[in-house]
C-alpha cells in the first residue's frame, strides 16, 4: 500500500516544498545527462553521496546534505517526491518557509548519521531524500494524527484506493522501517531502513516545539487532530475491485 493524496489542502502556495521537488527532479536529469559512464557514476558517488566510512574519518561532510538531493533511479525519485508533495505543504504552511526548509535539512542531516552510525566501516554510498521526507512524515503525524490519506492497496486478488487516519499509514509505515532496521536479513536489501527510522524520530522531536506552542493537547482537542480548516473532499474513486476468476 502506498498513499496518493491526503484530505488536507494548504491555504498557502508551499513554495519551498515545490523547489525542492523541482531541485531533486532537475538534479537527477542532470546526472543522467552528465554522468553516463560508470566511472562518472561512481565519481559523483564519491563525491556527493554519503559514505559512512569517509564521514568516519572526518572526511566529506557536506555529503550529508548532497546525498538528500540524489537518488538511484526512477523510481525512487518518483516515490519519494510523491511522499513529500503529500506530507510537505501541511508542515510548510504550519512552520513557514523558512523555518521549514532548515527543519526539512536538519531531518535529512540526522537521517544521514542515524544511518552512518550503524555501520560507520560501510563503504556502500547512500543516496536519497527518504530520510528528510520520513522526517516530514514524522512531523505530520504529531499535528494532523487524523487527517485523511487515501492509500492505493494492492492485494492479490483486488486493489481500491481507501481513506484512513494518518496515525494508521504513518504509524504503519514507521512500523515496517524499525522492523526491517533491526533485521539482519534486511542488510543486504539496498534501503537504507536506518535513515527512515532515524528521519522520521528526529522529525517528530524536532516539531514537539510547534506542537506545545499550538496548546500541545489543547491543540489536538480543538482540532481532534484534524487539519485546523476544512478537509478536501473527493468523489468515490474510479478504480474498481478487480477480482479473480
Not at 505543504?89 to 537521517?111: S, V
Amino acid at each position: 500500500m502506498f498513499p496518493i493524496r491526503d484530505h488536507n489542502p494548504s491555504e498557502r502556495t508551499a513554495y519551498v516544498t515545490l523547489t525542492l521537488i523541482g531541485a531533486n527532479i532537475v538534479i537527477y536529469l542532470y546526472g543522467l545527462a552528465a554522468f553516463q559512464s560508470d566511472q562518472a557514476l561512481s565519481q559523483l558517488y564519491f563525491d556527493y553521496a554519503m559514505i559512512p566510512a569517509r564521514i568516519s574519518a572526518g572526511e566529506n561532510y557536506t555529503s550529508l546534505v548532497t546525498s538528500v538531493f540524489l537518488h538511484g533511479g526512477l523510481w525512487h525519485l518518483a516515490g519519494n517526491m510523491l511522499f513529500l508533495h503529500i506530507f510537505g505543504d501541511n508542515l510548510e504552511e504550519e512552520m513557514g518557509h523558512l523555518p521549514f526548509l532548515a527543519f526539512y535539512l536538519a531531518c535529512g542531516i540526522g537521517a544521514s548519521w542515524a544511518q552512518m552510525m550503524t555501520d560507520p566501516a560501510s563503504v556502500v554510498p547512500t543516496v536519497g531524500a527518504s530520510g528528510a521526507i520520513a522526517g516530514v512524515m514524522g512531523g505530520y503525524l504529531l499535528l494532523f494524527p487524523k487527517a485523511k490519506v487515501d492509500i492505493f492497496i494492492f492485494f492479490i486478488i483486488f486493489f481500491r484506493i481507501i481513506p484512513v487516519p494518518a496515525w494508521i499509514m504513518l504509524g504503519l509505515w514507521f512500523g515496517l522501517q524499525v522492523l526491517h532496521s533491526v533485521n539482519p536479513a534486511s542488510a543486504d536489501a539496498g534501503v537504507a531502513y536506518w535513515a527512515h527510522s532515524g528521519g522520521f524520530v528526529i522529525g517528530f522531536a524536532l516539531t514537539i516545539p510547534l506542537w506545545l506552542r499550538r496548546g500541545a493537547k489543547g491543540y489536538w482537542e480543538r482540532t481532534e487532530g484534524h487539519p485546523p480548516h476544512p478537509e478536501a473532499t473527493y468523489g468515490r474513486s474510479s478504480i474498481p475491485t478487480i477480482k479473480r476468476r
